[in-house]
Nanobody
């Protein structure tokens, strides 16, 4: 497994923006997919966005489509989640995840970061 360190969370007003970063501790060919999950208070953890390492394919959940963008910088072993037009319902702990494939994303063999809190409130 690889260590993942998230950063960039915080408190922002509705309509504001934040960029989350997830840095992997090392380069490894075993990571072919990375994603961002979130878990709000009293809610189940949900997949927000994912990106593949090889082809750079991406996808985001319908709830954040048009507002969130996932990207990666392979030279820095880092994945980003740009969050725009934030809403109070985006408030959650955001977790980075890395896996050997999209099928394994979020699974038992995947690696998790420690999480970073995002709070959207006026």
């Amino acid at each position: 497994q690889v260590q993942l360190v998230e950063s960039g969370g915080g408190m922002v007003q509705p309509g504001g923006s934040l960029r989350l970063s997830c840095a992997a501790s090392r380069v490894t060919s075993s990571i072919n997919a990375m994603g961002w999950y979130r878990q709000g208070s009293g809610k189940q953890r949900e997949l927000v966005a994912w990106i593949t390492s090889g082809g750079g394919f991406t996808n985001v959940a319908d709830s954040v489509k048009g507002r969130f963008t996932i990207s990666r910088d392979n030279a820095k072993n880092t994945v980003y989640l740009q969050m725009n037009r934030l809403k109070p319902e985006d408030t959650a702990v955001y977790y980075c995840n890395a896996a050997s494939s999209l099928l394994n994303l979020g699974g038992h063999s995947s690696s998790w970061g420690q999480g970073t809190q995002v709070t959207v409130s006026s």
